[in-house]
């Protein structure tokens, strides 16, 4: 018995012929209401195309996209259908690139980044307009407006999962339709944000960063001159009516252009973000926002923060002196910066003028007066160790240079504990430290005021 080998230009072939049965049938389903033969059908050409959408050619890409979203679509998986159904209007939008791949496939790449991505060279670009998309509007509508209705209600009643799922749904269903409003996600955020579902709002500001959304949004306005009543219009329409003059049924043309919240949606991503603890992502964020936004002072502070959170203390302190460098007056990063070089001896002057920077502008900043106190006072502990070696070793004068420097430590030190005191005069730890700064300066009468004040605040459980 021979056998038979088919080349693989036949096979391609075969399996085209046998996805565009299957879609063709498919449609035909889904058309008559057969939901159930409509999906099985767009199951099996899965099954040979896997995943390969390109191999299909436009017009079969868009009947695979309509027999497919409204398959899902009408099982109830709304949102998912959607996003299928949306395809056809990129179809419509976007160049087909075509042309050949390394085994022969006939390839259909849609728009110019996929055609890029798959590394064929010599495509040919062409377009395609969709047939279905009346099809598709006539079975959206009439859900996207339930949708809605079903979004605004669970927000008054505060379901905000559900509204933020119901807007979300609205918005895909309007895109497949070939309206793409991304303030309707913008209201699924809003919702999601109220009901602190941080993991399902972070994915929609990186759905809108990555769409390019920024909510600027021209308006095109009348008053009806018979209703009396403001009308939004297409600009060709408006240009139109507003030529007309007096003739026109419209006055007062207006021409509003809304805001962008680019900058907004930056910041509030970034923010959840280091809320849910996913640093290296804030940092990500923050770069592509200060890329639109340079020295846009919150999202180079949450850059900051996620490197300090992350544990990578340089690239803090980088960020912290740019952030000093080009606002000076910006006392909070002053204090940050003193805290992050503190603790390496070898930064020891930079660190006591970052605080000293903070406290220059604001003379009640307790935590920097704190800090600096503590600072120059140094490591008590390992003095008095150093003290006693020497002591034990017979090096009485090297002991009393260590003893001498200590002295001179506290001396420098106490005015910015006694001015850290002054701002919580309750502040047992400012109290405790005071007593001993007392004691080793030999002023005895402020020791036993501050040894009382100790007592009492202790009595008064104060921690």
């Known amino acids: 018995m021979k056998k038979i080998f088919l ?35 767009v199951s099996a050409a899965e099954s040979v ?85 009346q099809n598709v509007e006539k079975a959206i509508f009439p859900l996207a407006d339930k949708a809605n209705k079903m979004a605004i209600d669970a927000f008054n009643q505060k379901n905000f999962n559900l509204s933020g799922s119901k807007f979300k749904e609205t918005y895909y269903l309007l895109k497949a339709a070939g309206s793409d409003d991304g303030s309707i996600l913008l209201n699924a955020v809003t919702a999601y944000t109220n009901g602190k579902n941080n993991v399902e709002s972070i994915k929609i ?49 207006k021409v509003e252009t809304s805001p962008s919240v680019e900058k907004q949606i930056y910041q509030n991503l970034t923010d959840e973000l280091y809320t849910e603890k996913r640093y290296d992502e804030v940092i990500k964020y923050a770069d592509l926002g200060l890329k639109k936004f340079p020295n846009d002072e919150k999202l180079v502070n949450i850059k900051g923060l996620a490197y300090f959170s992350s544990g990578k203390s340089a690239e803090f302190i980088e960020v912290l002196k740019g952030q000093v460098a080009a606002n000076p007056k910006d006392v909070d990063s002053w204090y940050n910066l003193g805290i992050m070089l503190k603790s390496d001896p070898a930064q020891y002057e930079a660190a006591k003028a970052a605080f000293l920077k903070a406290i220059e502008l604001n003379p009640n900043y307790a935590n920097a007066l704190q800090n600096i106190t503590f600072l120059i006072m140094g490591d008590d502990g390992k003095a008095i160790d150093d003290y006693n070696e020497a002591r034990k070793s017979g090096k009485i004068d090297a002991a009393n240079k260590i003893m001498d420097a200590r002295k001179k430590r506290f001396a420098e030190a106490l005015p910015y504990a006694e001015k850290w005191y002054q701002t919580d005069t309750t502040n047992l730890d400012a109290v405790t430290l005071l007593k001993g700064l007392y004691m080793s300066t030999k002023n005895d009468a402020k020791f036993q005021e501050f040894k009382a004040k100790e007592a009492a605040l202790e009595a008064a459980g104060k921690k």
């Open 7 to 41: 080349s693989i230009a036949v096979v391609s072939m075969t399996f085209a012929l046998a996805q565009k049965k299957e879609i063709s049938n498919a449609v035909k389903a889904i058309d008559g209401g057969d939901t159930a033969t409509a999906n099985a059908q």
């Open 49 to 133: 195309m896997n995943g390969n959408v390109y191999l299909l050619e436009p017009a079969l890409q868009e009947q695979y996209y309509y027999a497919k979203g409204l398959g899902l679509v009408k099982t109830g998986k709304v949102s998912e259908g959607a996003v299928y159904l949306a395809k056809i209007n990129e179809l419509a939008k976007n160049k087909i690139y075509s042309g050949k791949d390394a085994s022969k496939n006939r390839v259909y790449y849609v728009g110019k980044a996929a055609a890029d991505a798959s590394g064929i060279q010599g495509l040919k670009e062409e377009t395609y307009s969709p047939t279905l998309l």
């Open 205 to 253: 500001f990186e759905e809108l960063i990555g769409m390019g959304y920024t909510g600027v949004q021209t308006n095109y306005l009348a008053t009806n001159k018979k209703s009396g009543e403001q009308e939004k219009m297409n600009k060709t329409i408006f240009d139109f009516q507003k030529k007309l003059g007096e003739a026109s049924e419209f006055k007062d043309f």
